[in-house]
Structures are given as C-alpha cells and as structure tokens.
C-alpha cells in the first residue's frame, strides 16, 4: 500500500476521529445486509445431512460439496496452521449469523526492526460465529497468544465453507456492489492458501509515512495502528447508477429530453 506523506501526526488525529464515525456507520449497515442474506449462506445448505443441525435441507449436492471441502482443507490446513489433514461427517453445526471483524496484517517498517499489527477500519473479514477472530489468530500464528486449537481449527472449516457458499451464489457479490461494498476472496502470505471472505467499503483506507506510524503507536502505547479514511476519496465519491443512467441517456434518448 503507497504511503501518504501529507498525512502528518496531527492530521492523522483529525482524520482518525472522522473515521471511526464513518466506519461504525458503514458497518453497522454491512451488517444489516448482511444479516439479509445470511439465510442464503447458511451451511446446511451447501452440505446437507453431512452437517449437524434439525434441518435436513440441502440445496447442492451435499456428497460432492463435502468432497471439495475435503479437498480445500486439505490444501489449506496443514500450513501454517498444522491442523489434522482430514475431516470427518458430520461436522458440527455452526450457527447461521454471519459476523465482522476488521481486516489486520503484521507490517514491518521499511527499515526493519519495528513491526506493528496494522488494521483497516473500512475493509471487513465475514466469518461465521464460534471461533477465533482474525486478529487472534494471528496473534496465535507468531506466538503472542497461546495457541487454541479447536478455535483454530473452527475458524479455518468456517472460512472454507463459507468460501464454497460464496462459490455457488455469486449473485451476493453482485448485490453488494450495488451497496456499495465490494466482496472478494483474499489470501495472503502469512495464512497460507486460506480463502478470506473480505468486504470493502467504498471509501478507501490510507496509511501515513512509515515514522507517522511508528510515532502514532508509541505514543499510544500499543503495537497497534489503525489505519485512516482517504479524505479525498471520500470528497470524490460517485454514484454508479446515476453515472450509468446519464450513460444510457446521452446514448438513447432523443436531443429533446436531453
């Protein structure tokens, strides 16, 4: 991610209150959507009798799904995680709640040494409940929390299955976007093969100098930062629909009406 060198201490602290306000309203409506189409992403769904739970609905072929699952768990399990490489029918039901936790990296300064756990307030991890979050697991992976398995183990099931949903609903995707959120699957080095579903919000977020960074989390006292609103970004934000009609209408419609 590109550094903003305008981005000074003091700008930072102005830009940080305008984004926690921005991030808790954006979430706040993810989560509503969310919540709309959970029953869309429900496990049972995607694997059948081959899960626990009351109901006996199954919308895939459940033999075939839990065979690439199989397959998935088996590519993504063993590193860095070192999980058992099988899994067994069925598993244990897990609750239809869709949950949100913002995205969070390890970031190491350009000139070594120093490294901060970096989150991103407008970028959100979808995960189902029952496990671990992704900072924790995280923190598990490089030693600064004491490792759990079985909610290591649960966070990495829940993020292949709900990958797999995604797979066979692509209209969710398309449906966020016109919400303005994008949706996307995300694997990054320090996880692995792990398939992240990750949303977006429109408005980006943007980092400081590096010694911005640093400053900022000394005086906080902590090995965290928290990344802030593109202010700019924000100023420019357009209306896809409109820009689309406005599009059509240049295209189609008579001089007259113009």
């Known amino acids: 991610m590109p550094e903003y060198p305008s981005i000074t201490l003091e700008r930072l602290l102005k830009l940080r209150r305008a984004t926690r306000a921005l991030a808790d309203f954006l979430e706040s409506e993810l989560r509503a959507y969310l919540d709309t189409v959970a029953p869309l992403l429900r496990p049972k769904r995607l694997l059948g009798n081959l899960i626990q739970g009351e109901s006996t609905e199954s919308y895939y072929d459940s033999d075939r799904a839990f065979a690439e699952l199989q397959q998935l768990w088996a590519k993504v399990s ?30 190491t300064a350009p000139s070594g040494g120093k490294k901060l756990w970096v989150s991103s307030p407008l970028s959100w991890v979808v995960s189902y409940p029952g496990a671990c979050r992704l900072d924790s697991l995280n923190k598990m992976l490089v030693g600064e929390e004491q490792r759990n398995e079985a909610e290591m183990h ?22 966020l976007a016109g919400l303005r959120y994008a949706l996307e699957v995300r ?52 209306d896809p629909l409109r820009a689309r009609v ?9 001089p007259e009406i113009s």
């Open 246 to 254: 406005e599009e059509l209408m240049a295209e189609h419609a008579p």
């Open 78 to 107: 063993e590193r860095p995680f070192r999980l058992r490489a099988h899994l067994t029918s069925p598993i244990p039901a897990i609750r239809v709640k869709l949950e949100l936790s913002r995205w969070e990296e390890l970031w």
């Open 154 to 175: 649960q966070f990495v099931l829940n993020a292949c299955i709900l990958n797999l949903l995604l797979e066979r609903t692509p209209g969710i995707p398309k449906l």
């Open 187 to 238: 694997r990054v080095a320090a996880l692995g093969d792990l398939p992240l579903v990750v949303v977006r919000s429109a408005i980006p977020s943007v980092r400081p100098s590096a010694q911005v960074m640093i400053d900022a989390a000394e005086l906080a006292g902590l090995g965290t930062f928290e990344e802030v609103l593109d202010a700019s970004a924000a100023r420019a934000l357009k």
